[in-house]
């Protein structure tokens, strides 16, 4: 593990070198209030929560997870770098790991940055902080289920561009298999089993269920399965490249 974290830090110092990782932040935290105040119609409701911040994440992390994962593997292809983090002494699980990581806790500083937003509710009335902890709980593991897509995809190509649009084409697409609508529209043409396996495949499907408070162990399972999927596909294909 001391492998993984001496990477962790490094990846997680890498984003702050260059102003990225702050244009970053500002996207997500303006992105995130407009979304909510706005777009979620967070006053007409007449409630004081945060479920339209949390309704919010799963299209803002489908544009903004593949933008800070598009190059976590590409560029290192790219450039010829992969090669020299690889002859050092650590395994590529142990490299998949600790820039995932890295990733998710810069996303968890993004989320953690919101905290104003919670302050706010809090003013204008009584919510439930179980219930808003619980959704940032399963905020956090959602952008990893995404990160992970991501970090995946990275190893794919060179191509930056092409990282990104292959990561958010698959998050797309499991986020839209969960919605009613798509469900009800398959009802007569897909078997009732498929159509229940495939919304258990939905990432927002699980979110939400932990953003309602609910911190079900199906729920908890899906994400660290789905974190562990991916990145072991990451793992594989490093592999299979380096080998060629």
């Known amino acids: ?34 979304l909510t105040f706005y777009t979620g119609d967070f006053y007409g409701r007449g409630l004081a929560d945060l479920q339209p911040f949390f309704d919010m994440h799963p299209w803002l992390y489908l544009v903004l997870v593949p933008a800070s994962t598009m190059s976590m ?29 890295a990733a998710w806790v810069f996303i968890g500083i993004c989320l ?29 593991l959602m ?35 969960g919605q009613p609508q798509v469900l009800d529209f398959l009802q007569d043409t897909v078997p009732p089993k498929l159509i229940g396996a495939m919304g258990q495949l939905s990432i927002s499907r699980h979110a939400a269920s932990i953003a309602r408070g609910v911190l079900d162990l199906r729920d908890l399972v899906y994400f660290f399965a789905t974190i562990v999927a991916w990145l072991t596909a990451s793992v594989v294909m490093i592999d299979l490249k380096r080998t060629r």
């Open 1 to 34: 593990m001391s492998a993984v974290s001496a990477i962790a830090r490094r990846e997680l110092g890498s984003y702050f070198v260059t102003p990225v990782a702050y244009v970053f932040m500002v996207i997500f935290l303006v992105m995130a209030g407009l």
């Open 73 to 101: 593997w590409a560029e290192e292809r790219a450039s010829g770098t992969m090669e020299l983090l690889l002859s050092l002494p650590v395994t590529i699980s142990q490299a998949v790991l600790g820039k995932f990581l």
């Open 112 to 140: 953690a940055l919101t905290f104003p937003m919670w302050i706010i509710v809090n003013y204008l009335g009584d919510p439930d902080n179980g219930v808003i902890l619980a959704g940032y709980v399963g905020s956090w």
């Open 143 to 177: 952008a990893g289920a995404f990160l992970s897509i991501g970090a995946c995809m990275s190893t794919v190509t060179r191509s930056q561009v092409v990282a990104f649009i292959l990561t958010a084409s698959v998050c797309f697409l499991l986020l839209l298999i």
